[in-house]
């Protein structure tokens, strides 16, 4: 069954508590979690992650049209009111998964879980999701921020166990303000790894928009530059 999978647990445990699952599948998932304490430990361990990252995001206020639509649901036609409801709204609940998945995307959500959440007061975290549809977490990436004359990054690869022959997984520094990737160096398929921080990088890594992975040429890109799109990106939040 695939809940006994680890690497299918671990991936569908962010996947509900991030919030990115249809309702049949978390449905589904759901009454699994009351037969397995293992799928039961494995959420836990998500929403331990995640708390603080929700925490650490501002308030998020919602464009004046939709609280005019919600005073239209709930001052409406009463008897239409007593017949569905604005509780049971399909549009409302879209409206407000919308808002809460718009937050958990600013963040950065693309997720891995570390055998024990980091102790440095602050940390920064990047969650890279693969593509932009499913925004399903691929791998997570920390490491402490400060004036450190060298950084060590820390990763998990989470569903992703095998690369193409004669072919690469290269990390990318994304500046933000449309300034060019650069290079952090080739990772492996390793679930859990670290990466050290090319020394002339080191001032300038806080400060980057986020992160993000391409697959390239066996070495790595024979440019310096990506040499197609980026296959998992994630933004970067200070927890």
């Known amino acids: ?16 508590v991030l919030g990115t699952m249809t309702w049949r599948a978390r449905r589904r998932l759901e009454a699994q979690l009351k037969t397995s304490p293992a ?11 995640l708390s603080p ?6 308030p998020l206020t919602p464009p004046r049209r939709v609280w005019q639509k919600i005073q ?13 409801g604005w509780w049971y709204s399909l549009g409302f609940w879209r409206t407000a998964t919308g808002f809460a998945l718009a937050a958990v995307v600013a963040l950065g959500l693309v997720v891995t879980i570390p055998d024990r959440l980091p102790t440095a007061e602050k940390t920064m975290m990047v969650v890279v999701m693969d593509d932009m549809q499913t925004k399903s977490p691929a791998m997570t990436v920390s490491w402490e921020p400060g004036g450190s004359s060298s950084k060590m990054l820390r990763l998990r690869v989470i569903g992703h166990a095998e690369m193409a022959p004669d072919t690469a997984w290269e990390l990318w520094m994304l500046p933000g303000e449309n300034r060019p990737p650069v290079s952090l160096g080739l990772i492996t398929t ?16 806080d400060d980057a928009w986020g992160l993000g992975m ?25 927890t």
Do not use: F
Request: hydrophobic content about 40%; charged content about 20%.
């Open 1 to 16: 069954m695939k809940y006994e999978n680890p690497t299918i647990r671990d991936r569908l445990a962010a996947e509900y």
């Open 72 to 84: 239209q649901r709930i001052h409406g036609d009463a008897k239409a009111r007593a017949r569905t």
């Open 214 to 238: 391409t697959v390239e040429p066996a070495g790595g890109s024979p440019s310096g530059s990506p040499t197609d799109q980026m296959l998992y990106m994630g933004q970067c939040v200070k």
């Open 39 to 49: 799928l039961r430990a494995a959420v836990s361990q998500w929403e331990a992650l």
């Open 190 to 205: 390793h679930e859990l790894q670290t990466l050290q921080v090319p020394a002339q990088l080191v001032p300038t890594i």
């Open 53 to 58: 990252m929700a925490s650490a995001a501002a």
